[in-house]
């Protein structure tokens, strides 16, 4: 079964600075992928990044890039130049059951500080 | 383009009372998918659609729990009767390939 852990409760960065939030995953499927979304305080999940697993390069989304490394089956999210509007709960995900639904972990909270 | 709407965004009620929400996809999605989130945790699954049919209703807890998706568009997600347990935030997403796309929650709290 897919599993996803990220084991980093709560961080905090300074405004304009780069943060990673980590995320370590497990799945036996043989094409996966990984998702990161955003949740703030209004509690809608906002869909920020995804890397697949064959994908050759790290996937880049304006501010943000999946720093994704398949030995270690980790997918961390970096976030370059941190603003206020990023203090929110993120969650990292991967498909179960063939892309039929997402294993979620259990959230890392970041807190932006001016 | 619109995204996934979701109704009401708060809900109180008390414990044995029914309660429904409603969801609307973004135009053109034909997957529709019901989440739980519990405090402090990641959403899970409770039910998916495809067009009108329920195909994985695994995680459902069918004794109190009832969906559906007539036509294929919109979706309503029914409790009845509701327990100080089912207190959680219910997320409605759907998807054309392989991103998911959320609605802003439905927060229930049941008394």
């Known amino acids: 079964a897919q599993k996803i852990t990220q084991t980093q409760p709560g961080m905090f960065v300074q405004e304009k600075e780069a943060v990673t939030l980590d995320c370590t995953y497990d799945?036996?499927?043989?094409?996966?992928?990984l998702f990161w979304y955003k949740q703030p305080s209004s509690g809608e999940m906002i869909f920020l990044i995804y890397?697949?697993?064959?994908?050759?390069q790290n996937a880049t989304e304006g501010r943000y890039s999946l720093n994704f490394q398949k030995a270690r089956k980790s997918a961390n999210l970096v976030i370059s130049a941190s603003q206020l509007g990023d203090s929110a709960m993120y969650f990292c995900?991967?498909?179960?059951?063939?892309?039929?639904?997402?294993?979620f972990g259990a959230g890392t909270r970041l807190a932006v500080h001016p | 383009e619109a995204g996934v709407v979701q109704s009401p965004r708060y809900k109180i009620i008390e414990k044995k009372q029914p309660v429904a929400f409603w969801c609307n996809p973004i135009?053109?999605?034909?997957?529709l998918y019901w989440y739980r989130q519990n405090l402090g945790q990641g959403p899970e699954l409770l039910i998916r659609?495809?067009?009108?049919?329920?195909?994985?209703d695994s995680q459902l807890p069918k004794d109190r729990f009832s969906a559906e998706r007539l036509k294929g568009v919109d979706s309503t997600l029914k409790i009845q009767p509701a327990e100080l347990g089912d207190s959680a935030v219910y997320l409605c997403?759907?998807?054309?390939?392989?991103?998911?796309?959320f609605g802003p929650g439905t927060r229930l709290l049941v008394l």
């Open positions: 997403a759907s998807s054309l390939t392989v991103t998911q796309y």
């Open positions: 799945t036996s499927d043989p094409s996966y992928g």
């Open positions: 890397q697949g697993s064959y994908d050759q």
């Open positions: 995900a991967t498909p179960g059951g063939g892309y039929n639904k997402l294993i």
């Open positions: 135009s053109g999605h034909n997957t």
């Open positions: 659609y495809e067009n009108e049919e329920a195909v994985d």
